[in-house]
């Protein structure tokens, strides 16, 4: 059944170190992004994607690099620039149908803790 | 700068009886508002969405309201089941075509929890 997947769901690494987050999406939407969520605020976004090879930085991009060279994948890079990078990162994808918006579906989120 | 506003951190009902959680905006430009739910360590869930073109739209036992002079929204929940004890998000987006189409802004989130 189609969704989409988030690897690994718990993310350890040394500060310094940068640390790629898999996004994988079999919904065949053309649209993903990127969110964080920290305690106590809502989803911020990262970076966003409408089509392969495109993307468009989100609120908060300092610090994250993407890539959309597939349809299903967007990645996500969180580099040592990034002040404070343990979060809660959640990716998201959505229809493109060039009339509106619609709603994002989500997937289950990656805790990534960086010491 | 807020858009997107939750100002109730957390809400507590009793079973069986309505849950309402409410939103306000600042952006006129918005035009399409949706309620997420979400429980711990999971991605949110879609729930309901509205369009601005109207002003009530259910779906079983959730109703979501409308309000464009106020820039207000709000999610109501007949009847409160404690298996809707979760995070609430509303957001919000504004078709701009090109470039700023799907993007969405979202509230801090209000917590809910119904007890049997």
């Known amino acids: 059944d189609g969704g989409i997947t988030q690897s690994p769901k718990y993310l350890f690494r040394k500060e310094g170190q940068n640390v790629t987050l898999s996004c994988e999406q079999n919904?065949?939407?053309?649209?993903m992004y990127w969110y964080r969520q920290d305690p106590g605020q809502g989803l911020r976004l990262i970076y966003y994607?409408?089509?392969?090879?495109?993307?468009q930085k989100g609120d908060i991009a300092e610090g994250y690099s993407v890539s959309r060279e597939k349809k299903e994948s967007f990645p996500l890079t969180v580099t040592s620039a990034q002040k404070n990078p343990t979060a809660f990162y959640l990716c998201?994808?959505?229809?493109?149908?060039?009339?509106?918006?619609?709603?994002?579906?989500f997937g289950p989120g990656t805790r990534l803790t960086v010491t | 700068d807020q858009q997107v506003k939750q100002n109730s951190p957390s809400l507590s009902v009793q079973e069986g009886r309505i849950s309402i959680l409410n939103c306000d905006y600042t952006?006129?430009?918005?035009?399409?508002f949706l309620w997420y739910k979400k429980y711990p360590a999971e991605g949110p869930t879609f729930l309901i969405s509205?369009?601005?073109?109207?002003d009530k739209n259910e779906d079983g036992r959730f109703t979501v309201f409308l309000n464009k002079s106020a820039k207000h929204l709000s999610l109501h929940i007949v009847p409160s089941q404690p298996g809707d004890s979760a995070v609430y998000f509303c957001?919000?987006?504004?078709?701009?075509?090109?470039?700023?189409?799907?993007?969405?802004?979202f509230g801090q989130g209000t917590i809910l929890t119904v007890h049997p």
């Open positions: 952006n006129s430009m918005f035009d399409y």
């Open positions: 509205i369009s601005s073109i109207k």
């Open positions: 994607s409408q089509i392969v090879n495109d993307f």
């Open positions: 998201a994808s959505s229809r493109n149908r060039g009339a509106g918006a619609d709603e994002q579906y």
């Open positions: 919904l065949n939407h053309d649209a």
């Open positions: 957001a919000a987006s504004r078709w701009a075509g090109g470039t700023s189409y799907g993007k969405l802004t």
